[in-house]
């Protein structure tokens, strides 16, 4: 069985048993969370939530990129979430290559050129989740709202916070 046939078998499963439809728009945990997509993660066991608990947004790195920013901005102004938890994890592929070494890549494979996408490669775990921090901190439509950073341990499950 090939991964879309799984799916649609899954999804059945689920519908068949589901009972959440009438779960209300906001999160009823009023929070948010940014993380990697890595697929290790899962961000339902690692921070306890249910359906309709919180607003996870999950993206290359975990990064507070100009979109996941857009999403932050929905998930307060729009739908009333109180704070954000930024959660980068352990072996993260992100630290494994440059824009630079990406671009080539991209044209070896494809031949063509990538060089205007900045990729957001970074070095340093903890620098990067301290950045993303601090660039949620600095919009102007997110002020005042608890944001704290994250390091999940692929290896243990654990989470520790990473200081400002």
Known sequence: MGAREEIVAANYRYTSAFSKGGLPMPPARRFAV???????????????????????????????????????????????????????????????????????????????????IDFLPFRDLARSVRESVTRIRQSPFLQGIPVSGWIYDVHTGGLSEVSA
Do not use: W, Y
């Open 34 to 116: 940014l993380t990697c997509m890595d697929a290790r993660i899962d961000p339902a066991k690692v921070f306890g939530l249910d359906e309709g608990d919180a607003h996870v947004i999950r993206n290359a790195g975990g990064l507070a990129a100009d979109d996941a920013i857009r999403s932050l901005i929905i998930s307060h102004q729009l739908l009333g979430t109180e704070e954000f938890f930024v959660a980068a994890h352990t072996d993260c592929g992100m630290l494994t290559f440059t824009n630079d070494e990406c671009h080539a890549l991209l044209r070896e494979r494809s031949g063509t050129d990538a060089s205007a």
